[in-house]
Every structure is written in C-alpha cells, then in structure tokens.
C-alpha cells in the first residue's frame, strides 16, 4: 500500500511585460517528473494579487489576445479608488477575473489535461518576478 504524500514547492517566473501569458506547463511537469508522483491532486496558485492562473489552449496568438482583451476590459487608470494609494488597480481586478489557481488530476503520472490544455500564467502588473506554489496530494 502506497503512502500519501503532500509536497509543496515554490515556482519562479519572470515576467517581461507590463501584461504577459506564459505557458507554465512544463515548468510543472518538471517538478511532478523529478518527485516522481503517480496519482493524486496538484494545485498551482499565484502567490500575488496582480496575476493569475488558469487553464487554457497555449497558442501563442491566443495567448496574446487573453492579455489585450482583459487589458481592454479593465483599462489601466479608469478612475479606480485604489489608484490612489498604488496605480494598479486594474490588474487586481484583472487577476481576479482570472482566478489565482488551478485544480488539476495527475493520473498515471501524468497531468490529466484535454489535448489543448496547458496552464498559463497571467501576468498583469510586470514586468517583475513571481512566485507559483504548486501543492500535490496523493501517491
């Protein structure tokens, strides 16, 4: 009978623009290859509050369009009230649009995404270096 494990382990990325997708895929299937996890839970989560995670296709123009389009959805210096105190508040309210974590299945150690699936994360106040926390579960 396998034990459960629960690793966790911090990610860095560095951002080059002010907004920016990066496919973190591999960067994550490298750390499940090097633990050597079969079968569990793993979630990777943003560990700032002006960037995001999420799941999605890694087409490059894709990737693009989701950074020009929130950035359009939530202009930079529309009036908001946090402006004030850091000028940022559009990529909060962008990164939380995105969400600051994915949920994914590792099955036969491997990450259970459909054939287009990668996960990105979305930058919306670069450039700058981050943090990705990645927490398995399971076997």
């Known amino acids: 009978e396998e034990m459960t494990k629960v690793l966790h382990t911090k ?3 560095k951002t080059t623009a002010h907004v920016e997708v990066i496919d973190i895929t591999e960067m994550i299937r490298n750390w ?3 633990e050597g996890f079969s079968d569990g839970v793993l979630t990777i989560s943003s560990l700032h509050t002006t960037a995001g995670v999420t799941i999605n296709e890694g087409e490059s123009r ?3 369009d989701i950074g ?3 950035s359009k959805l939530v202009p930079k210096g529309a009036g908001y009230q946090h402006d004030m105190v850091d000028n940022n508040a559009h990529a909060h309210i962008a990164a939380t649009l995105i969400g600051s974590s994915a ?9 259970d995404l459909g054939t287009w699936q990668r996960v990105l994360f979305v930058e919306f106040d670069g ?7 990645c927490s398995f579960v399971g076997v």
């Open 11 to 13: 990610l860095s990325v």
């Open 32 to 34: 499940i290859r090097s």
């Open 62 to 64: 894709l990737m693009e």
């Open 68 to 70: 020009t389009h929130l």
């Open 103 to 111: 949920t994914l299945s590792m099955v036969s150690k491997s990450l």
């Open 127 to 133: 450039p700058r270096s981050r943090t990705i926390r």
